[in-house]
């Protein structure tokens, strides 16, 4: 996706311009997977903006669909993302309940079949 690309050369403002896109484009088509996906990148490019407010908004956008879902995949890099975005806030209480629950998601989950890398 343009969006992970662009996070990778370290343009996040345009990576986040990037994942609103993909999030209304997918929407349109009902792939709500795929918009959990670009909801994660688009929290990891907020995250690096330093705008936490706005990952934590996406993220919990990403929660719920990936709890409606049932898929462990995206229940599993949204609780990472979430968990990491809380140890970034200080607020290591709330990092370790996401944390914890992603290394528990990870290790029962064949997330290798579901999903190819980390979004």
């Known amino acids: 996706m343009l969006a992970d690309q662009l996070a ?3 343009d996040c403002e345009a990576a986040a311009r990037s994942a609103e896109r993909s999030v209304a484009l997918l929407d349109a088509l009902g792939d709500e997977a795929g918009v959990c996906e670009s909801l994660t990148t688009q929290a990891h490019a907020y995250t690096e903006l330093g705008l936490p407010d706005e990952a934590l908004a996406s993220l919990g956008t990403c929660l719920d669909i990936a709890q409606r879902l049932d898929n462990d995949s995206l229940l599993c890099w949204t609780s990472n993302r979430i968990g990491n975005v809380h140890s970034d806030l200080h607020d290591h209480a709330q990092a370790k309940q996401f944390l914890r629950h992603a290394r ?13 890398s980390a979004p």
């Open 8 to 10: 990778a050369l370290g």
């Open 104 to 116: 528990e998601l990870a290790r029962t989950a064949d997330l290798g079949a579901e999903r190819s």
